[in-house]
Nanobody, 125 residues
Framework: HVQLVESGGASVQAGGSLRLSCAAS????????MAWFRQLPGKEREGVAA????????DYADSVKGRFTISQDNAKDTLYLQMNSLKPEDTATYYC???????????????????WGQGTQVTVS
């Protein structure tokens, strides 16, 4: 069983940057997927960025392309989300997730992910 713990959420001004981290314990195999999702109260959880472990292929929501970068540090078992040029509409609780199984393609679908962190709040004003 994989446990995920996010950190790095904060309140920032529009145009600023943040880096979220997700520390993973338990084994994540190559060709699984890890991703960042975000959610506002009363809204559906949406995929922000995903990475296929081992191969490194990535995918991003259109709303964050060119501003956010997902990366992983295998030595530290840590997933990152570098967020630049932040906008008020980026305000949300951000969740780290892992598929827990093989994926041939990188995925931003909530239903593909079975392991979730507790979330970290990002507020952009």
């Amino acid at each position: 069983h994989v446990q995920l713990v996010e950190s790095g959420g904060a309140s920032v001004q529009a145009g600023g940057s943040l880096r979220l981290s997700c520390a993973a314990s338990g084994y994540i195999f190559n060709s699984h997927c890890m991703a960042w999702f975000r959610q506002l109260p009363g809204k559906e959880r949406e995929g922000v960025a995903a990475i296929r472990t081992g191969g490194g292929s990535t995918d991003y929501a259109d709303s964050v392309k060119g501003r956010f970068t997902i990366s992983q540090d295998n030595a530290k078992d840590t997933l990152y989300l570098q967020m630049n040029s932040l906008k008020p509409e980026d305000t949300a609780t951000y969740y780290c997730a892992a598929t827990g199984s093989f994926r041939s393609l990188v995925s931003l679908m909530v239903t593909d992910y079975i392991n979730w962190g507790q979330g970290t709040q990002v507020t952009v004003s």
